[in-house]
């Protein structure tokens, strides 16, 4: 099944509330292929590669729209940090969750859009010390609960 997105306007101002319903088939596949195309040749422009995870959603529709559109609003066109900050966050969080893949499209972006290489080694070393602090702070606290 294929979403429609509506926006939600009251007074002729948006509200920014969305109201998501089904579409019909005949709407869907048209529409859907060009549409998927289109952002699978944004993405491939954009990371000079399409990303593992929008390649495989982009088979089926009803999950890759959805998902390109929060990707597309987080990831290329983010409203409160700068390209280059959201690729040294990106690098972060895949080095504090240890992911390869999200390494090697980020890793090479942040550098595309400004980053230094020791900007990069910093964002890495930041999100290794949070997962590692992560996992402390649970084993201390289960330690400390031992009486």
């Known amino acids: 099944m294929i979403l429609r997105r ?22 869907t ?8 195309e289109g952002r699978l040749k944004r993405l491939a ?3 000079g590669q399409v ?7 982009s088979e089926s529709p009803d999950l890759f729209l959805p998902f390109s559109d929060l990707s597309r609003q987080l990831l290329l066109e983010p409203k409160h940090l700068t390209l280059k900050e959201m690729e040294l966050a990106s690098v ?6 240890g992911s390869e893949h999200c390494l090697a499209v980020h890793i090479p972006q942040a ?10 080694l910093e964002a890495i ?9 992560k996992s402390q702070a649970v084993a201390l606290r289960k330690l400390a609960e031992q009486k």
């Open 92 to 97: 972060a969080a895949s080095s504090a969750l």
């Open 111 to 120: 550098l595309k859009v400004g980053a230094t290489k020791d900007e990069v």
């Open 29 to 36: 596949s048209a529409r859907s292929e060009a549409e998927i």
């Open 45 to 47: 422009e954009f990371y």
């Open 6 to 27: 509506w926006n939600v306007e009251q007074q002729g101002t948006n509200t920014g509330i969305a109201i998501i319903l089904p579409m019909s088939e005949g709407e």
């Open 125 to 133: 070393l930041i999100g290794s010390f949070m997962a590692m602090t």
């Open 51 to 57: 990303p593992f995870v929008s390649r495989m959603l």
